[in-house]
């Protein structure tokens, strides 16, 4: 309670106007002269001064906390500030017990855990190894086994025999446990799928398949469509196994009860029914590429699934095509090859590897160099630059051929390879549209994300898909795809055309993604030449794709 006594009749105003009466408001004015005072006061005995009860005036205002504060009131500025300190730093609540970290173990259980994981059984498959569960299957595992395994095999084409039965050196022997955890996508109702073996390793098998399906698809429509452009066959492949449509295949193979146990997946809504058909699709096929390897992808795709490249939903939009004048190699003549054709040469390849032959994939590097490129043997950046650039790479590499004339025309089939791994599109596509590097950069970027996929996998055995897909996802970054070939000075030597050359020498926008493409399409020409291991070393060798130091100032 406020208290304020007035003794003089004059100053008798209102007591609340000056108690909180802004200061803008009041008439209040300084001057530098003094003027006389309009009273004054003369006192000659000063004696103790009692007011009357007439000139006695006592005001008082009395703040009740129920009532609303004035505007202008300290208490109620006060009182709004701790309210907006509430709004603005609420008290965090403690996490749950399940997100509290926990100390790490000590090595001696880490290793033990290893040592004890199924994941470090299989020495002569270090891939399929590191993709099994990180413990044994427990019963609650094996009772779906027991259930579902049947059916699932029977759908997907599969001996209904155990495969637990096979001998050791052969990886089908793991293709019961692989197919179990690949149907089991994360569920809330089902406490089984989020245990961590079944959780991490389901995780895994769909970070491999998504790219082997890429790989497949890539290989299939540059064989099929020597003449055609990425671009078309990268709407080919979406249209096929984009999110959207997998639903339609997964049923197609009457596999939508095992994905859905307790759902009609028809009368899902699409963002409860396209991811886990997503990830199931993508674990299912990592499963199969690792017990039996790329044909059996394609049996399974266009077999199992039906698949159609030719139907009116997989076609790519209609838009203006340039003329393609130039040949194509003899076994694309004329014809367009099916997935039996591939498969066949693909097991051919496998089973019985024809001596003293040019390529790994003879077939694949047809589709990507075109015969005309013997036009340009002997050119400048044939006599001037390859040399230099095969030096870089380390290329060619020692072969034991029988024959000297088998490794001479390797050799010079590189080159020419190399040659166009360096074209860019300005130079010659309009001309001749497949003169450039896009065939063999579309390639590239396929093997190369399936061999960083097969690295992370077995360097990472602990670490679920998700974090795989980020830590994969950094690693191949466009810009230092082409910061790696820079790093080597392999960048000069890029063919640009006349029109465009200073631009793209001085502009750095232009140029990265120049330098990203040529990256990606030596590793192409890598994969059809010698294959996959030689894909390896250019990444992690070579160019160091792993490479987290920084640059020596």
């Avoid at 810009?479 to 392999?490: E, M, S």
Wanted: glycine content about 4%.
């Amino acid at each position: 309670m406020g208290l304020q006594i007035l003794t003089h009749p004059s100053l008798q105003t209102d007591p609340k106007h000056l108690l909180f009466s802004s200061p803008s408001k009041m008439d209040l004015s300084f001057s530098s002269s003094i003027s006389p005072s309009p009273f004054k006061t003369h006192i000659k005995n000063p004696k103790p001064h009692r007011p009357t009860s007439r000139n006695l005036i006592i005001s008082s205002v009395a703040i009740d906390p129920n009532e609303n504060l004035p505007q202008n009131s300290p208490q109620r500025l006060l009182k709004e500030l701790s309210e907006r300190k509430k709004a603005a730093f609420p008290k965090k609540k403690p996490p749950p017990r399940r997100f509290i970290l926990k100390p790490p173990l000590d090595d001696a259980k880490l290793a033990e855990r290893f040592l004890n994981s199924p994941q470090l059984s299989l020495k002569s498959f270090p891939l399929l190894s590191s993709c099994l569960p990180s413990s044994k299957l427990n019963n609650a595992d094996l009772t779906w086994i027991d259930e579902y395994l049947l059916e699932a095999k029977q759908a997907l084409g599969y001996p209904l025999e155990p495969s637990d039965q096979l001998p050791d050196d052969n990886p089908a022997k793991q293709f019961d446990s692989l197919l179990y955890l690949a149907f089991q996508h994360s569920t809330p109702r089902v406490e089984r799928t989020n245990a961590r073996h079944v959780r991490n390793g389901h995780s895994r098998l769909w970070f491999l398949g998504q790219y082997v399906l890429e790989m497949a698809f890539a290989e299939f429509f540059l064989q099929r469509y020597p003449r055609e452009s990425p671009g078309p066959m990268r709407e080919r492949v979406f249209n096929l196994i984009g999110k959207r449509f997998m639903p339609r295949w997964i049923k197609a193979a009457s596999l939508q009860n095992l994905v859905f146990p307790y759902d009609d997946m028809d009368r899902l809504v699409r963002k409860d029914r396209e991811p886990p058909v997503k990830s199931v699709f993508w674990a299912l096929f990592g499963a199969i590429y690792l017990c039996f390897g790329m044909p059996e992808v394609y049996r399974v795709l266009f077999e199992v699934f039906e698949m159609d490249p030719e139907d009116e939903s997989c076609q790519p939009k209609m838009r203006r095509q340039l003329e393609d004048v130039d040949y194509v190699s003899v076994e694309f003549e004329g014809r367009q090859l099916s997935w039996q054709d591939l498969v066949a040469y693909r097991v051919q390849l496998l089973l019985q590897p024809p001596q003293d032959a040019l390529f790994a994939h003879p077939r694949l590097f047809r589709a990507c160099v075109p015969p005309g490129m013997h036009r340009f043997r002997g050119n400048i950046w044939d006599y001037e630059n390859r040399p230099k650039v095969m030096r870089a790479v380390g290329y060619p590499l020692p072969m034991n051929d029988r024959i000297p004339e088998i490794t001479e025309a390797r050799n010079i089939e590189l080159g020419l390879g190399l040659q166009l791994c360096f074209m860019h599109p300005s130079k010659h596509k309009f001309e001749h549209p497949r003169f450039c590097y896009e065939r063999l950069e579309y390639v590239g970027q396929k093997i190369q994300d399936l061999v960083m996929a097969e690295r992370l996998l077995m360097k990472h055995l602990d670490a679920p898909g998700r974090w795989l897909q980020e830590r994969h996802r950094r690693l191949l970054l466009n810009k230092f795809c082409g910061r790696y070939l820079r790093d080597k000075h392999l960048h000069h030597y890029i063919i640009y055309g006349e029109s465009v050359q200073d631009s793209y020498e001085h502009n750095r926008r232009l140029r990265n993604p120049a330098t990203t493409s040529v990256q990606q399409a030596i590793h192409g020409l890598s994969y059809t030449v010698y294959g996959k291991p030689d894909v390896r070393r250019l990444m992690f060798e070579v160019f160091d794709f792993e490479q987290v130091q920084p640059k020596e100032v």
